[in-house]
Structures are given as structure tokens and as C-alpha cells.
């Protein structure tokens, strides 16, 4: 695709976020083949992650975030279910889910500002994962507000290093995600 058709598809900002579901065989490419159908339409893929399913190994699950507008993505998760190695694909928008996501954070703390940080550590229920001289790791769970509240409130005290893991989610009720 040229760049002009790439920026003429670029997908604004104000769209929703979807997060969709998709579980693979476990083989080569098939990753690669996923993210081209969402590249083609010049949609940028948020997160990504992707895990082995524990009950059966020949599988595996994509978890995908991305922005864009309902009767294309829904489109384009038609054209994900066709793909050879693709099992099933679903856009979990609207549906009664639960999600989390898992942040690392690392914060240069002086001993005079970590009453501070352990307190605010605290209320988010973010566990210290490492503690050294002049830094500190600090692991949370839970949403992906949460997550970016949390780590707004720890800015001015000097993040050096972040990681998230991308959103997980999973059905509720009996229903397979």
C-alpha cells in the first residue's frame, strides 16, 4: 500500500476502542497473517498478546486492541475468521467481559520520596517488586484506566523505564471467549 492510501485510511483517534478475540492454531505466520488484514486497512494495532492456550496446545489465543469504526472492524473480524489458522474471532465491545492488564514501573526514588510513592503504591494495590539505592519496580494489575491513573500520579516523581502487558479479557458466564 502506498503511504498517500495508508494516511487517506489512517483511522482518527475519536473512535472507540474494541478489543477482540481470536483464537489460532499454534503455527508459524499465523500472527503475521492476523495483523495484515488490520495493516491493509491501515488500522494500528494498541496491543497485542498473545498466549498459549493451557487446555490444549495446539492453540493459542490473541488478545487485539485497536480504535476504529464498528462496520469496518466488523468487516475486517469476517475476514480474520476466514484465515486458514484461525479457529474463531470476536469483538468483545459491549459484552459483559472481564479485563485486566499488568504494568511494570520503574521510578527513580530517593529515600525521602518513598513514604510518598508506597502510599499511592498503596491505594492502587501495586506491589513493590524490587527496591534498590536510588529506584524502585513497582507491579499493578486491574484495568486500563486504573493502570493509567496510576502511572500518571507517579510522573513527577521520575519514571525511568515502563511496561505494560496490553489488555486480557474473558467472557462472563459460560460462553467461550
Given at each position: 500500500?502506498s503511504t498517500?492510501?495508508?494516511?487517506?485510511?489512517t483511522?482518527?483517534e475519536?473512535?472507540?476502542l474494541h478489543?477482540i478475540?481470536?483464537l489460532?492454531?499454534n503455527?508459524p505466520?499465523?500472527?503475521?497473517?492476523?495483523?495484515?488484514?488490520?495493516?491493509r486497512?491501515?488500522?494500528?494495532?494498541?496491543?497485542?498478546v498473545?498466549?498459549?492456550?493451557?487446555?490444549d496446545?495446539g492453540?493459542s489465543?490473541?488478545?487485539i486492541?485497536?480504535r476504529g469504526?464498528a462496520?469496518t472492524?466488523?468487516?475486517?473480524?469476517?475476514?480474520?475468521?476466514?484465515?486458514?489458522?484461525?479457529v474463531?474471532?470476536?469483538?468483545?465491545?459491549?459484552?459483559?467481559?472481564?479485563?485486566?492488564?499488568?504494568?511494570?514501573?520503574k521510578?527513580?526514588?530517593?529515600?525521602s520520596e518513598r513514604?510518598?510513592?508506597?502510599?499511592?503504591?498503596?491505594?492502587y494495590?501495586?506491589?513493590?517488586v524490587?527496591?534498590?539505592?536510588g529506584?524502585?519496580?513497582?507491579?499493578?494489575?486491574g484495568?486500563?484506566?486504573?493502570?493509567?491513573?496510576f502511572i500518571?500520579?507517579?510522573?513527577?516523581?521520575?519514571?525511568?523505564?515502563?511496561?505494560?502487558?496490553?489488555k486480557?479479557?474473558m467472557t462472563?458466564?459460560?460462553?467461550?471467549?
Open positions: 500500500m498517500a492510501l495508508a494516511a487517506a485510511v483511522v482518527p475519536g473512535n472507540p478489543t478475540s481470536v489460532v492454531r503455527q505466520g499465523v500472527l503475521v497473517r492476523v495483523a495484515l488484514v488490520f495493516a486497512r491501515g488500522y494500528n494495532i494498541e496491543s497485542l498473545v498466549s498459549p492456550d493451557p487446555t496446545a492453540f489465543r490473541m488478545t486492541t485497536c469504526a462496520d472492524l466488523e468487516q475486517m473480524i469476517r475476514q480474520v475468521a476466514k484465515l486458514v489458522d484461525v474463531r474471532a470476536i469483538d468483545h465491545t459491549g459484552q459483559s467481559v472481564v479485563e485486566t492488564e499488568i504494568a511494570l514501573i521510578l527513580q526514588a530517593e529515600v513514604t510518598e510513592i508506597l502510599q499511592i503504591a498503596e491505594h494495590k501495586a506491589k513493590v524490587d527496591c534498590g539505592t529506584s524502585l519496580i513497582l507491579r499493578v494489575t484495568g486500563s484506566e486504573k493502570l493509567d491513573s500518571s500520579l507517579l510522573r513527577p516523581f521520575g519514571l525511568v523505564e515502563l511496561v505494560r502487558s496490553g486480557i479479557l462472563r458466564g459460560p460462553e467461550a471467549t
